[in-house]
């Protein structure tokens, strides 16, 4: 049986698939990390739920800050891609900035000098397998902070880019130490990441 994510209808909706998984993993966590200690299993499901969203973080801040591994990636300064028109600059440059600002504010620097933007805190701690995931001491996530942050960004997003295709209305979102949201996917079901332990509470 072949496991797949659902197709997206425009360059658009590969952006709002990543903020849809992102928010799904930050309402998520709370009850996960309730019962993490009930089972290997139940730890397994906590561990993905910061994987998760971690990795949509980290996709979401190439796209705002115009970061790019690959010609091809998507770009917020490259509208006429994943907008499909002409969008003038001053209409989404705030928004980078905004990132810009919180890829710097979620820094870390090590004991031998070298800090590490948020992104590639994410890159070097769970996307790839390096040396620093076993030597380097890193402070713990700060999900509910981070997502308080980037929300009302996305949110803006959202507003002035409305999606042509977008089957249902985003709800807005909250996240605490508890909780309870039943805001759901646009219309994609939740698909699968891989591991990171960092320290924690």
């Known amino acids: 049986m072949l496991h797949r994510r659902p197709d997206q209808d425009s360059h658009l909706d590969?952006?709002?698939y990543e903020i849809d998984m992102f928010r799904h993993c930050s309402k998520t966590l709370a009850a996960k990390k309730a019962r993490k200690s009930e089972s290997d299993e139940a730890l397994g499901e906590y561990n993905l739920a910061i994987e998760g969203f971690l990795i949509h973080l980290r996709n979401l801040i190439a796209f705002f800050t115009t970061q790019h591994s690959q010609p091809t990636d998507l770009r917020l300064n490259h509208p006429e891609v994943w907008y499909q028109r002409h969008v003038e600059e001053r209409e989404?440059?705030?928004?980078?900035?905004?990132f810009q600002d919180f890829n710097t504010s979620h820094s870390e620097t090590f004991k031998n000098g070298k800090k590490l933007d948020c992104f590639d805190l994410i890159s070097k701690f769970?996307?790839?397998c390096t040396?620093?995931?076993?030597?380097?001491a890193v402070v713990g996530w700060e999900i509910?902070?981070?997502?308080?942050?980037i929300e009302p960004i996305l949110a803006d997003f959202e507003k002035r880019f409305p999606s042509r295709t977008s089957a249902a209305p985003v709800l807005p979102l909250t996240m605490g130490a508890i909780s309870a949201n039943t805001a759901s996917l646009r219309t994609f079901p939740a698909s699968i990441d891989l591991p990171l332990t960092k320290k924690e509470d």
């Open 14 to 16: 590969t952006i709002l």
């Open 92 to 98: 989404h440059s705030d928004l980078r900035g905004k």
């Open 126 to 128: 769970l996307q790839h």
């Open 131 to 136: 040396p620093e995931r076993y030597e380097q």
């Open 144 to 149: 509910e902070k981070m997502f308080a942050e």
